[in-house]
T-cell receptor
């Protein structure tokens, strides 16, 4: 069983709408949690990175939250744009290794 | 932000030949580099971790004699797929971790990926 589970697997929304992606993990010990955006055929690009002491971090229209007690994180996208269409990957690090979620495929339609 | 480049971005080769993929950190020193492969609609799978000047550490199930990794300098790592077969066709992504001004030392930067097609 993957130690990082993301939901939903895929999501379609209309341009301008908001959406929230979920990430649950069992990785222990915990060092940090990152959200990446990966466009098709490209490498992942970091959106946010949070350590256990941080429970929210924003990057423009992207806001990530972290609850280290329940081992849950979310990525909220506000006022979606067509360019937000991509895969969003949650990555959780222990000490020295990174565990990748399978990603959520977001499609923003006009 | 930190930049990691990969070359080539796409390569097509014939079965049985070898292919080399380069990964460079352009504006920082990468003490550790990682190689991943990614199949369509799947997440990244770590193949190996390499520290500059040391032998790479391969993940279970990854053949080290088939996927040769060299990390000879703080800015360059290469992955050579030897005797390639069609099942080696995949998207290969490198990432680098190291010293970059103003950023956590554990931050990891990904390259743009290399699409390998073996015919």
């Amino acid at each position: 069983k993957n130690q990082v589970e993301q939901s939903p697997q895929s999501l379609i929304i209309l341009e301008g709408k908001n959406c929230t992606l979920q990430c649950n993990y069992t990785v222990s010990p915990f060092s940090n949690l990152r959200w990446y955006k990966q466009d098709t055929g490209r490498g992942p690009v970091s959106l946010t990175i949070m350590t256990f002491s941080e429970n929210t971090k924003s990057n423009g229209r992207y806001t990530a939250t972290l609850d280290a007690d329940t081992k849950q994180s979310s990525l909220h996208i506000t006022a979606s744009q067509l360019s937000d269409s991509a895969s969003y990957i949650c990555v959780v690090s222990g000490w020295g290794d990174m565990r990748f979620g399978a990603g959520t495929r977001l499609t923003v339609k006009p | 932000g930190a930049v990691v480049s990969q070359h080539p971005s796409r390569v097509i080769c014939k079965s049985g030949t070898s292919v080399k993929i380069e990964c460079r950190s352009l504006d920082f020193q990468a003490t550790t580099m990682f190689w991943y492969r990614q199949f369509p609609k799947q997440s990244l799978m770590l193949m190996a971790t390499s520290n500059e000047g040391s032998k790479a550490t391969y993940e279970q199930g990854v053949e080290k004699d088939k996927f040769l990794i060299n990390h000879a300098s703080l800015t360059l790592s290469t992955l050579t797929v030897t005797s390639a077969h069609p099942e080696d066709s995949s998207f290969y992504i490198c990432s680098a971790r190291g010293s970059y001004t103003g950023r956590p030392s554990f931050e990891q930067y990904f390259g743009p990926g290399t699409r390998l097609t073996v015919t």
